[in-house]
Every structure is written in C-alpha cells, then in structure tokens.
C-alpha cells in the first residue's frame, strides 16, 4: 500500500480582519518568545555533553523544528491572505463575515454560525470556513430561505432565521 495521498484542494485565501490580526500575533509569539527560549533551552541540553543519548536536546531541537515550521507556513500565508473588513452593500444575504443563525427543519433545533476563512475555523466558537459545505450553500441566501446541504453525516435541510453582520 503506497503512502501517496492526492493533494489536498487549494484552500480560500480570504480572513477577516481579526483573524488576520490573531495569526500576525501569533506569529509575534512564536519568533520572539517562544523561539528564543527553546533556543537557550537547546543550548543547555547541548551543553551537558553526549547528545546521542540526551533526550532533553533531542526534545529541545524537536521542538525548534515544530516552532520554524509554524513559522514559515504563517510567514508566507500572511502574504498570501486578503483581509475581508468590508460589510456587503446587501445586508441580507448570507456573504463571507455573516453571523447566520439557522434552524433545523426535521428537528427544530437551532444552530448560530459565522461563515470565515479556512484559518481562522473554530467548531467550538461556530465558526465555519467559507470553504465547508455548508458555507456554501448558505452563500446568497436571505432569511426565511429554505435549502439543503449534503454533509458527511446525512443530507439536511434548513431555514435561515438571521443574518447580521459586525
């Protein structure tokens, strides 16, 4: 069995603004505190001799390699983001930003969602990537819209109860 696996799809490049704001902070974090104290803690490990059997340096440069890897993926995909800050002249319909709020036809229940980029994703928060099937097919509708969407579990139907923006 090979280990090939088909490249994953390209991913939307849009954020919004605080999510944008949370990656540069992070990135922030990464490069100036986190980085220089694994470094210092490298060096120590690396200080206390045979490093073939010190499991504290092979930690510590483990650790480093994690940190630059973060570190150039948010280096360059900062780059390469389009920060969305702009409320859609139609307030109505559902757009990149929009905090939708939907109910369940077959069962009632009601779900709160905010539609934002693929970076920025927080199941827990209910933020969804404009990249999920359900971001798209909620994209353009307006409240009281009825649509269906085919999601992994099950094809389910829905109604838009609100949609605001910040």
Known sequence: MSRWRPPAPASTAVITRAGFERLREELNRLWTQQRPEVVKAL??????????????????????????????????????LKVIDTVPSDRDAVYFGAFVELEESDSGES??????????????????????????????????AEFEVVLPAATRRYTVVSVRYE
Not at 47 to 64: F, H, I, P, V, W
Not at 119 to 143: N, Q
């Open 43 to 80: 060096a120590a490990a690396a200080a206390e001799g045979d490093r073939s059997e010190n499991a504290e340096y092979t930690y510590r440069k483990k650790q480093l390699g994690e940190i630059d890897r973060r570190v150039r993926y948010l280096s360059k995909r900062l780059e390469t």
């Open 111 to 144: 779900a709160s969602y905010r539609i934002v980029g693929p970076d920025e994703t927080d199941a827990r928060s209910g933020c969804i990537s404009v990249d999920s099937p359900l971001a798209r097919a909620l994209l353009g509708k307006r409240v009281d």
